[in-house]
Nanobody, 127 residues
Framework: QVQLVESGGKLVETGGALRLSCIVSGPNFDKLTMAWFRQAPGEEREGVAGITRIWDSDKDYYIESVFGRFFISKDNAKSTVYLAMNDLRPEDTAVYYC??????????????????WGKGTLVTVSS
């Protein structure tokens, strides 16, 4: 069983930066595909970034709206995945969820592909 706990969400001003963390408990963290999703009020949950192990290196993926502003990374020694968010905009306001998939998944995975989820952390960007 894999458990995920997110932290780091808070209120920030437009143009600000945040780093979200997701601590993962369970086996084989280094082999998991990890992703960050977000869900704004009244909107569907959307994937924003994914990271997966391909051969001996981690490959990261992003949706267009966050490309160049958000960066996903993994620390295998700490079983933690991060989402560094820069140049935040009001449209980034959402609950951000960490999710894990046992198998390799290239690209930003769809929500339905993920096996485990955290409970989310709220990011609010004021205008």
């Amino acid at each position: 069983q894999v458990q995920l706990v997110e932290s780091g969400g808070k209120l920030v001003e437009t143009g600000g930066a945040l780093r979200l963390s997701c601590i993962v408990s369970g086996p084989n963290f280094d082999k998991l595909t990890m992703a960050w999703f977000r869900q704004a009020p009244g909107e569907e949950r959307e994937g924003v970034a994914g990271i997966t192990r391909i051969w001996d290196s981690d490959k990261d993926y992003y949706i267009e709206s966050v490309f160049g502003r958000f960066f996903i990374s993994k620390d295998n020694a700490k079983s933690t995945v991060y989402l560094a968010m820069n140049d935040l905009r009001p449209e980034d306001t959402a609950v951000y969820y960490c999710a894990a998939k046992i198998d390799l998944q290239m690209g930003v995975p769809p929500a339905g592909a993920m096996d485990y989820w955290g409970k989310g952390t709220l990011v609010t960007v004021s205008s």
